[in-house]
């Protein structure tokens, strides 16, 4: 969009900083999200009281403390006083407040983090606790039980086979070598891949993304501030979440109208998209989140290796807009989305389109 038409409501990303996926980070959360703020307010130039607005998402069920996130706070720098927020998901639904919240007009910055330390708990033990409480959750049927099941849906369906799901895996290890935040930077062949035994078959392990402790956060702002903040502003042109039935007897496993929904809604079919950062836990969502994206197959789908090279829980979301908006301030694509999910079996799905210009 040219410059002259920018509306003053228009919000930019001006800032992002991440941690690595660290396999255990023996510090605590609080200083993963310091590392992190202390790079992306330095980075951006500015002080903690010229922000006007703080949120985090996080989930205190990793770390089993009640009201874990109120220490977290710390990190963002609680001096002087936050005009501050929390969501218990991914930091990327932080993102979608945020970003509603500038439009009200009264403020201009914004930051937003999402953070987590899984290596405390089993996650497959923690998250199987989002599913219906009345007749799935007694089962114990955790977000890889579901994936499994979807994936034998998929395949079954004849929308993919085993080895189109390795060569996901393949591709995402390929990319990752080059992204000095990946927990896996090692490449593998699909022979190799699909030699190993299965997990939660048709599922192997290198399927399933690795849980990681981490954190991310970024700037945004509003029209006039961001362009004195930078001069390389990413423009969020749409950002919309929706979510489908956590009865899973209600859905196609093998589809994600929600992800459609959500696409629509946020205008990603408005023009050609040159990179997308999927938030794929399991490497058959991949091929069902390019169909219900309709994307090309000149779109570059998770250049940084995705989550299946590092899954920082809470922040693997947000981590995808990140990736997106570093490659369009670079240069190096125009128009990209990112997207991510929570929930078992992709439940639910948020996308963010960006854009670059200034």
């Given amino acids: ?32 999200i310091m590392e992190c703020v ?22 205190d069920y990793l770390s089993g403390m009640p009201f874990a996130f109120v220490s977290n706070v710390d990190g963002m720098g609680a001096w002087p006083p936050v005009y501050e927020s929390h969501v218990e998901m991914d930091g990327a639904w932080a993102l979608f407040e945020a970003w509603l919240r500038l439009q009200m ?9 999402g953070s987590g330390k899984s290596s405390p708990c089993n996650s497959r033990e923690v998250f199987h606790l989002q599913a219906d409480p009345y007749v799935v959750a007694p089962l114990g049927i955790d977000p890889d039980a579901m994936a499994g099941i979807a994936a034998r849906s998929l395949i079954e369906s004849h929308s ?22 990946a927990q896996i930077r090692t490449s593998a ?18 399927d ?26 990413v423009w969020i042109t749409g950002l919309d979440h929706r979510i489908e039935s956590h ?3 209600l859905r196609d496993l093998t589809d994600s109208p929600s992800t459609r929904l959500a696409a629509a809604g946020s205008g990603v079919g408005d023009g050609a998209v040159d990179v997308a950062e999927l938030h794929v836990t399991h ?10 994206l309709n994307l090309a197959d000149s779109t570059s789908v998770n250049p940084s290796g995705g989550p299946l090279a590092g899954d920082p829980v809470m922040a693997t979301g947000l981590v995808r807009v990140i990736e997106v908006a570093r490659r369009i301030a670079t240069g190096e694509a125009a128009r990209g989305v990112a997207h991510a999910s929570s929930g078992a079996a992709l439940q639910q799905n948020l996308l963010c389109v960006m854009e670059g210009g200034a």
């Fill in 189 to 206: 062949t699909v022979e190799e891949l699909l030699a190993a035994p299965y997990d939660m078959a048709p599922l192997r392990a290198h």
């Fill in 105 to 113: 007009g009264d403020i201009d910055i914004a930051m937003v983090v």
């Fill in 247 to 249: 009865h899973a007897g």
């Fill in 208 to 233: 399933v993304s690795p849980k990681a402790d981490g954190a991310a956060a970024l700037l945004i702002a509003r029209r006039d501030r961001a362009r004195q903040i930078t001069d390389t502003p």
């Fill in 1 to 32: 969009m040219p410059q002259s038409q920018r509306h003053e409501n228009d919000i930019a990303i001006v800032g992002f900083a991440q941690t690595d996926a660290h396999v255990r980070y023996d510090g605590p959360e609080v200083v993963l």
């Fill in 38 to 59: 202390n790079a992306l307010l330095a980075d951006a130039g500015l002080e903690r009281h010229d922000v006007d607005f703080t949120i985090a998402g996080s989930c």
């Fill in 283 to 292: 490497a058959h969502e991949e091929i069902i989140l390019r169909n219900a």
């Fill in 160 to 181: 993919a086979t085993e080895t189109e799901i390795a060569e996901v895996v393949a591709r995402s290890y390929a990319s990752a070598t080059s992204n000095p935040h």
